[in-house]
């Protein structure tokens, strides 16, 4: 069985950092793209990250380029995202997924506010 | 990021069919077609049906996916009160190099 288990997220002050993990099972994570999708709270699903399954290349949306890095280890099958600069607007519940959104974790919520 | 087009809601009795739509351009959905994902609220969402219209396992017949040009839509027959959620189509857009989803349908069975 598949699982995905966010972490990492918390509330932090504009400006702020945070890590976020995803610890993956159930499936070949180093044969696997990977994703990173937020929803801000009553709204839709955003897409704001992608990376290969050997670590390259690594995508990203034009609202967090520059600001949010995607990472991952194959070797503990954990995926990253180092959210820098953050801003009010990134208030949101961030899931890690599979390719084609085949599989989704419960999300981790991060909340700028100061 | 330019987003795919779905209408936000979509009310039907109970059994009868809905059909939900999703239109993109020839770089995303025209490309690459699109899946579509189920989310109840407080929940993540729940893939329905990959780009190449298969379902996973586990999803029931009474969902289907097809796509005619640039428009995708997800069948949903025989509803039932538990398919009331949000519905989101997605694509990976060859021209953007990145993943865009649709705003979502929130269907309501009557």
């Known amino acids: 069985e598949v699982q995905l288990v966010e972490s990492g997220g918390g509330l932090v002050q504009p400006g702020g950092s945070l890590r976020l993990s995803c610890a993956a099972s159930?499936?070949?994570?180093?044969?696997?793209?990977m994703h990173w999708v937020r929803q801000t709270p009553g709204k839709g699903l955003v897409w704001i990250s992608g990376?290969?399954?050997?670590?390259?290349?690594?995508v990203y949306a034009d609202s967090v380029r520059g600001r949010f890095t995607v990472s991952r280890d194959n070797a503990q099958n954990t995926l990253y995202l180092q959210v820098d600069s953050l801003r009010a607007e990134d208030t949101a519940v961030y899931y890690c997924?599979?390719?084609?959104?085949?599989?989704w974790g419960q999300g981790t919520r991060v909340t700028v506010s100061s | 990021q330019a987003g795919l087009t779905q209408p936000p809601s979509v009310s039907k009795d109970l059994r009868q069919t809905a059909t939900l739509t999703c239109t993109g351009n020839s770089n995303n959905v025209g490309n690459q077609g699109a899946t579509w994902v189920q989310q109840h609220p407080g929940h993540p969402p729940k893939l329905l049906s990959y780009?190449?219209?298969s379902r996973p396992s586990g999803i029931s017949e009474r969902f289907s996916a097809s796509r005619s040009g640039n428009t995708a839509s997800l069948t949903i027959t025989g509803l039932q009160p538990e398919d009331e959620a949000d519905y989101y189509c997605s694509a990976w857009d060859s021209s953007l190099s990145g993943w865009v989803f649709g705003g979502g349908t929130k269907l309501t069975v009557l």
């Open positions: 780009r190449n219209h």
């Open positions: 990376i290969e399954h050997d670590g390259s290349p690594t």
């Open positions: 159930g499936f070949t994570f180093s044969k696997s793209w």
């Open positions: 997924t599979t390719e084609e959104g085949a599989d």
